[in-house]
């Protein structure tokens, strides 16, 4: 194609509307209607700086969604941009199929005894010591349940071919992950070409201080495991919250009841950490928290500090030694990725955990989330359509409720969080994005106590929108 939209992308002035054309016209983006972002005038971000990303017509915005989740240190974080060019002078990229590099090595041993040192309260001393790359969060889940299914082949177990997931989870948009998840609405139209999974239910509690009986749905859980015990090859879980059907926390010690029914039945238990993990909710592993050590864990968005993409999966000794043998026993490993392990992106997750350190991360997460959640309960709390918000650590989900005060009106019905969201933007300046009906804040995790003020504000404001259109 060579019309004049195309041909003049190699203009040398900045013609913004001409970029946003083509930008409305050439690049598709994702989960977004593009008819609907071809009547809006879209925000073209040139620069970030800090928690900060500036557009091309120079306005700035506070990244209150974090870049999707993914931002630890802000944006452009001077170490982490040198850290990039030094390796970039040494090596951009070598295929880990034939040959090995530095940075894959070095971050694979710094990420192992990261792991060691968090699950240090939970029993024996971690096994988790093996780290298989790759290069975004979907495929590092799909990279456990390829491995689980493999390993259970490799064991003999060749009838343990299918997964136990839980209602409402979301663990990519790769079919086996798609498969796993269970919010309808992302999946339905793509149903018929994907396998099935059993799915038990995820027990919420959105007060991290109110215990309710999760006895019956352990019950429920413990009939479906043991009604497949032959079947089952791994259970897949987001431990501690789920983050895109609605940030909806778990009951606090019902992973330990899962762990519990898994080495029962001897079934592999993958946890899903690419939101949780890397500090989003506190701890480096959230399921450390529950002292909770899986078989397999997957690891993504924060990895690499929100700069590189990347995806990991580590699984521990019992996974990784039913994979050895002589090559005629062809048990290698069956998966692979041209750009996994990429050492820009190792170096920089090396990087990252330094800092995770250096910078007392876990510790500027725990007190800007006990602010948030202080401001939030002043500010935004009692607004008549704020239902009950659910938060752990940064990750924070306010439900927009519908004008009879009902609250889930499903994944499409985003349409007064929306506006809340829009309003933000438009008139504070604050990235946000609505999830179905409801606002999340996911901030890069080292955040400024002024800039919470500043994101609570923004929703404060937002809210009256709804007002308005009373
Ligand atoms: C729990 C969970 N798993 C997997 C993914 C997929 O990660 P990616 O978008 O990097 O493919 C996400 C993304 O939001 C997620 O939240």
Redesign the pocket.
């Known amino acids: 194609m060579s019309d004049d939209r195309t041909s003049s992308r190699v203009a040398p002035l900045r013609d913004f509307k001409l970029l946003q054309e083509q930008d409305q016209s050439l690049v598709w983006h994702p989960y977004t209607q593009m008819q609907e972002y071809a009547q809006t005038e879209p925000i073209i971000i040139e620069r970030g700086e800090g928690a900060y990303l500036f557009d091309i017509r120079r306005r700035r915005f506070l990244d209150a969604y974090g870049s999707?989740?993914?931002n630890v240190w802000g944006h452009n974080h001077p170490e982490l941009v040198k850290t990039i060019q030094q390796q970039a002078t040494q090596l951009c990229h070598a295929s880990l199929f034939t040959v090995s590099h530095v940075p894959a090595v070095e971050f694979a041993a710094m990420l192992v005894d990261a792991v060691k040192q968090d699950f240090r309260y939970a029993g024996e001393p971690s096994t988790l010591n093996h780290v298989f790359y790759s290069d975004?969060?979907?495929?590092?889940?799909e990279v456990a349940m390829k491995m689980a299914l493999q390993y259970q082949n490799q064991i003999g177990q060749i009838s343990r071919t299918q997964f136990l997931t839980f209602h409402n989870?979301?663990?990519?948009?790769?079919f086996g992950?798609m498969s796993a998840s269970n919010v309808d609405v992302l999946k339905q139209k793509f149903t018929p070409s994907l396998f099935k999974c059993h799915h038990a239910t995820y027990p919420m509690q959105v007060d991290a201080d109110e215990h309710e009986s999760t006895r019956h749905h352990e019950m429920q859980l413990e009939a479906l495991i043991a009604g497949r015990s032959d079947k089952l090859a791994a259970v897949v879980i987001?431990p501690v919250i789920?983050?895109?059907s609605g940030m909806r926390p778990l009951a606090e010690d019902y992973l330990g009841k899962i762990k519990k029914y898994c080495r029962e039945y001897d079934i592999l238990l993958i946890t899903?950490?690419?939101?949780?993990g890397f500090c989003r909710t506190g701890p480096l592993i959230a399921s450390s928290a529950e002292l909770v050590e899986p078989d397999i864990v997957?690891l993504?968005?924060g990895i690499t500090g929100g700069t590189l993409?990347m995806?990991v999966t580590v699984a521990n000794d019992k996974v990784y030694s039913a994979f050895n043998g002589e090559w005629s026993d062809f048990r290698q490993f069956l998966h692979g990725h041209t750009y996994s392990g990429n050492p820009l992106a190792c170096a920089v997750a090396i990087r990252n955990l330094q800092m995770i350190e250096e910078e007392k991360l876990k510790e500027n997460v725990k007190s800007r989330s006990r602010e948030l959640s202080y401001y939030l309960r002043r500010r935004v709390a009692s607004h008549e359509r704020v239902g009950q918000i659910r938060q752990r650590g940064l990750a924070v989900g306010i439900p927009i409720l519908g004008e009879d005060g009902s609250e889930d009106g499903g994944y499409e019905a985003r349409q007064d969080a929306n506006r809340v969201c829009l309003d933000a933007i438009e008139r504070s300046r604050v990235l946000l994005r609505p999830l179905g009906n409801m606002i999340t804040i996911t901030p890069p995790l080292n955040i400024e106590a002024e800039q919470i003020e500043e994101i609570v504000g923004a929703i404060e404001r937002g809210l009256e929108v709804l007002d308005a259109s009373k």
């Open positions: 999707m989740w993914c975004n969060g979907s495929t590092a889940v989870s979301y663990h990519g948009d790769t992950t987001e789920q983050g895109v899903d950490e690419i939101f949780t997957c993504g968005k993409p995806g």
